[in-house]
C-alpha cells in the first residue's frame, strides 16, 4: 500500500510561484506524477518524472513548471513559476508501482491552487 500526501498549494496572483510537495510512504513507487482539475472539469495530465530523473510535461505547462524528486526522501515536487488564473485546479499527486508500463494506481487528496488575476 502506498499513501501520497500533497502540500503547498494556496492563493497566488498572476505571474507568481509555488512548490507543491508530495511525500509518499508505504511500497516502493516508481514513476511519479501531478494531474490538475478543475471545477466541472476532467482531471488533466500535469507533468511526470521517472525513478531515474526523466521528466515530461504538457504543454500547458512547458517552460513554466518544473517536476522533480528526492528519492532518499521519497518526495516529488512541483516548481510552478509564471502562474496563469487558468492554473487555477486541484493538483493531484500519483505514483505507479515499479515495473515497464506501470500505471498510476496510487492518488493522492490533492491541494488546491488559486491564481487570481
Known amino acids: 500500500q502506498v499513501q501520497l500526501v500533497e502540500s503547498g498549494g494556496g492563493l497566488v496572483q498572476a505571474g507568481g510561484s509555488l512548490r507543491l510537495s508530495c511525500a509518499a510512504s508505504?511500497?516502493?513507487?516508481?514513476?511519479m506524477g501531478w494531474f490538475r482539475q478543475a471545477p466541472g472539469k476532467e482531471r488533466a495530465f500535469v507533468a511526470t518524472i521517472s525513478s531515474g530523473g526523466s521528466t515530461y510535461y504538457a504543454d500547458s505547462v512547458k517552460g513554466r513548471f518544473t517536476i522533480s524528486r528526492d528519492n532518499a526522501k521519497n518526495t516529488v515536487y512541483l516548481q510552478m513559476s509564471s502562474l496563469k488564473p487558468e492554473d487555477t485546479a486541484v493538483y493531484y499527486c500519483?505514483?505507479?508501482?515499479?515495473?515497464?508500463?506501470?500505471?498510476?494506481?496510487?492518488w493522492g487528496q490533492g491541494t488546491q491552487v488559486t491564481v487570481s488575476s
Open positions: 500519483a505514483a505507479a508501482p515499479p515495473g515497464a508500463g506501470g500505471s498510476y494506481n496510487y
Open positions: 508505504g511500497r516502493t513507487v516508481s514513476r
